[in-house]
């Protein structure tokens, strides 16, 4: 897992990534929070309460930079980073697209078969491609069929079409050469925000492109719930890498 460009998780998140129940999930959570191995924070709401977001704290920080080799200077850069998360304007897209990929490892803990084998978060993703553009995610999925390394982009209902078009020509050169991604996929909020944004990603550009919407793919992660927009039947995240080559 890219842990620095996931800072934080919510308890529910961490429950499905490494816990079989709720409750013993809570109670090493509490546990963790009160020896400063974990801080957490909530967001401010309305009406209700908000999940916890559970990040590094000083403790934690030290055992990381030990096990990983990392400067504890560094580790302190992103401590004060994490710390300044509650006000950050993006953490709610942050926070749903880790929800994401922790749906498709919950999904391959139920599936042994399967394994993500690799959870890039936006900065490490950006500085592997070299590219201006910031993904929301790179992961490698494999399973008893092959393997698919997609680039993930989530769109939350609120970019305009263009932007949509822009993303989509920033990721074009990358998907050119040995090593390439196999696909480009887009999670829509709804289905109707689906159909829409397909008319706008028929584009000149020779790359596997693929559309689903977040409650299809939530409903069967690992199942045939991604539409190419070369194609007229949706297909499993695995099954994309096999139209890399027609679409080179």
């Known amino acids: ?18 816990f079989n129940d709720e409750r013993r999930a809570r109670r090493r959570l509490i546990k963790l929070y ?76 139920r599936e042994p ?3 993500l084998t690799r959870w890039w978060g936006e900065r490490t993703a950006a500085t592997h491609l070299g ?4 993904p929301d995610g790179l992961g490698t999925l494999t399973g008893p069929d092959g393997a698919c ?29 040995d090593g390439a991604p196999d696909a480009l996929i887009f999670l829509f909020p709804t289905e109707q925000r689906e159909h829409w944004a397909r008319r706008r990603l028929h584009l000149p550009v020779r790359m596997v492109i ?6 299809l793919c939530e409903s069967d992660p690992l199942g045939r ?8 039947r949706r297909l499993s995240l695995v099954e994309l890498a096999r139209l890399k080559e027609t679409a080179t």
């Not at 590219?131 to 910031?134: K, L, N, S, V």
């Not at 305009?160 to 990358?174: A, Q, T, Y």
């Not at 719930?225 to 007229?232: A, V």
């Open 1 to 18: 897992r890219d842990l620095h460009s996931f800072p934080t998780r919510r308890s529910s998140d961490l429950t499905d990534l490494y």
């Open 34 to 109: 009160r020896a400063s191995v974990l801080n957490r924070f909530r967001r401010p709401m309305h009406v209700g309460s908000a999940p916890f977001h559970y990040i590094l704290d000083e403790l934690g920080a030290q055992v990381v930079a030990a096990r990983l080799g990392l400067d504890m200077k560094q580790m302190r850069q992103r401590l004060e980073y994490d710390a300044r998360l509650p006000k950050n304007p993006r953490l709610e897209h942050h926070v749903e697209a880790n929800d994401f990929f922790v749906t498709l490892v919950a999904a391959c803990r």
């Open 113 to 115: 078969s399967f394994e």
């Open 131 to 134: 590219t201006r553009a910031r």
């Open 149 to 177: 390394t997609f680039i993930f982009e989530l769109d939350r209902g609120t970019e305009r079409g263009d932007r949509l078009e822009g993303k989509v020509f920033s990721f074009d050169p990358v998907f050119h050469g």
């Open 210 to 215: 693929a559309t689903s919407y977040r409650e």
């Open 225 to 232: 719930t991604w539409l190419p927009l070369k194609g007229e």
